[in-house]
């Protein structure tokens, strides 16, 4: 993950089941983990300081690892943020072994005000750059995309016939399934040799 890269998920509230937004940002060498309802925001910095006082409790190496397990919980949709009165969001994040357990503090109004307004032209910017890249990717074969488009202008579309079509003739009863226009042989009756020799 680059300091450019901000990674977006949806978590619910524990007991409300309302919707946040979960969002990780890098900012040099510390993670920041931050979530909103779109009017507050709850953040927490996990350094190798934070980290190092989960070392007893899950056996990480470095601070990627441990961001990387919850990319993956949050990812699986297994976490939930809990509200609790004193204004601290607690986010939950069940990893294995254990659930790992994070205390978020509330910004206060302006932080929180500015913080979202950073988050909405950031979001913004990344549907951008994905516009774009789809444009790219449409236009390396323009060939498909532009005579639909003429068509669907100028013109009714015209069905394309694939492959060859053979007419539909009506079969006429009487008529013979393997050879189409023959009659079908009456079924032989025998000859009566008997009668023959009583004449």
Known sequence: MDG?????????????KDKFLCYIKKKTETYIICVTDATDVWSIDVSEDLLSQF????????????????????????????????????????SSPTDLI????????????????????????????FGRQQAAVQSVSPGKTQYKRHDIEFGPRVQRK??????LVKRVAGDSLINPGTKKKCQATGVAFDDAEED
């Open 4 to 16: 450019n890269q901000v990674l977006y998920y949806t978590v619910l509230e524990e007991t409300t």
């Open 55 to 94: 070392r007893k409790t899950i056996l990480l190496k470095s601070a990627e690892e441990y961001m990387r397990k919850i990319r993956s919980a949050l990812g699986t949709g297994s976490s939930a943020v809990m509200l609790q009165t004193s204004g601290v969001a607690v986010l939950r994040v069940d």
């Open 102 to 129: 994070l205390p978020l503090a509330c910004l206060d109004h302006l932080q929180a005000q500015a913080e979202v307004k950073e988050l909405l032209f950031r979001m913004a910017a990344d549907l951008s750059q």
């Open 162 to 167: 694939v492959g060859p079509t053979v007419p």
